[in-house]
């Protein structure tokens, strides 16, 4: 069975007053960020998608600290 084309959203955080962007999409009960320096997924519970996709979008503003430490 084929399914629909997959609707990708933007999603946002603030750090230390900057501010992040990036892109979700859900496939299956698969949550999946991307941004320009990584991507990562996980599988989707109790939380919302965009709230899981916040949470997803932070961890990976966190691996690169040079991105808000020298703004």
Do not use: D, I, N
């Not at 299956?28 to 320096?37: D, I, N, T």
């Amino acid at each position: 069975m084929m399914s629909g084309p997959t609707l990708v959203r933007r999603v946002a955080v603030g750090v230390l007053g900057a501010s992040f962007e990036g892109t979700y999409y859900v496939q299956g009960q698969m949550v999946h960020v991307q941004w320009p320096l990584g991507s990562k997924a996980t599988q989707l519970g109790k939380s919302s998608p965009e709230a899981m996709a916040k949470l997803l979008l932070l961890e990976l503003v966190q691996e690169h600290p040079k991105q808000y430490v020298s703004r």
